[in-house]
């Protein structure tokens, strides 16, 4: 049986409801269903009645609900304790970044931290959004860096997880320029002429966010997907060789800004082609200090005192 079952099951009891559980988990809903009719087919029985509106769970369902959260929690204390069987002298910190943010953001931001904090042994892994926020979830890494933006926020509960913000970022579009310093595709576009888009794929944070951005802008934008990947540097790539337009995180493409190697897409007057989204950290709040004062050994000791840091310095 697989962990995420159990924790789909408790984010749609709930919920109550499937498409906000989906929504929660990061997967469409056609995904989430069969996963739990995955863990019905494991339990050897029906544990959601559908008949009803909004959705409840039957007796079964109940009673793996209250069994399902108490293994969750030994999971994520044995997993505590077994991390605290780590060399000593190690003391690395264990980050889980999306991509974007891994090769864009993170090099600079540690770079800025050390100045400020001092030395950082650090290892990062680097995922999608969904598979980030799992590791976190599922004690996989003592700090997440992610996006973060209100309509699309991540399902972390705020009694079992704290946040600081550690600054923003702005999405824009960009284009490479003709001889003249002119973007070659400039935003709207026409109707009888879309312009090539180069976007993210689906499920893809950013490429949510543009969808958001793009529904609600004030002007029709006439676009013509012709290329499609889920990391902005692969965007970023094509939109260098001219390929389209492409909606880039600023922190990817200063370098290529400074050299005149891309520019803005969008004219001033369309200031609603752009939008501005936290950079945040997340970690799993720690219990409360032991009798003897020593901090519990779920991380190292020195991401204790990085958050300590970082709360201190919250751009708020």
Not at 1 to 13: G, S
Not at 123 to 145: F, P, Q, S, W
Not at 219 to 247: C, I, N, S, W
Not at 250 to 263: I, K
Request: glycine share 6%.
């Amino acid at each position: 049986m697989d962990t995420r079952w159990l924790e789909d099951f408790v984010a749609l009891a709930e919920t109550r409801s499937f498409s906000r559980a989906a929504q929660l988990r990061h997967v469409t809903q056609p995904a989430f269903s069969r996963r739990i009719q995955s863990l019905e087919a494991w339990a050897g029985t029906e544990l959601v009645d559908r008949s009803a509106y909004p959705m409840r769970l039957n007796p079964a369902g109940q009673t793996l609900y209250q069994q399902a959260i108490e293994l969750l929690q030994s999971l994520q204390a044995t997993r505590a304790m077994l991390r605290g069987h780590g060399e000593p002298g190690q003391d690395v910190i264990d980050f889980a970044v999306p991509h974007t943010l891994a090769l864009a953001y993170f090099p600079a931001w540690i770079s800025a931290l050390r100045e400020t904090f001092g030395p950082i042994k650090s290892r990062l892994t680097a995922l999608n959004v969904h598979d980030a926020v799992t590791r976190l979830i599922e004690g996989g890494c003592d700090l997440l860096v992610a996006y973060h933006h209100p309509a699309l926020p991540y399902a972390l509960d705020s009694g079992r997880y704290e946040m600081v913000r550690l600054g923003q970022e702005v999405l824009a579009p960009y284009a490479r320029p003709d001889p003249a310093g002119q973007p070659l595709f400039q935003l709207p576009g026409e109707a009888t002429r879309a312009l090539p888009y180069l976007g993210y794929a689906p499920g893809a944070y950013l490429g949510r966010m543009v969808d958001l951005m793009l529904a609600e802008s004030s002007t029709p934008v006439h676009l013509d997907r012709v290329y499609e990947t889920d990391m902005a540097e692969g965007l970023k790539a094509m939109a260098l060789q001219g390929h389209g337009v492409a909606f880039l995180p600023q922190t990817a493409v200063e370098h290529e800004l400074r050299a005149g190697r891309l520019v803005s897409a969008a004219p001033a007057a369309l200031r609603d082609l752009r939008v501005t989204v936290e950079v945040r950290a997340y970690r799993e709040r720690v219990p409360p200090r032991e009798a003897d004062g020593r901090t519990p050994a779920a991380a190292p000791r020195r991401a204790h005192a990085l958050w300590d840091h970082l709360a201190a310095h919250s751009r708020t």
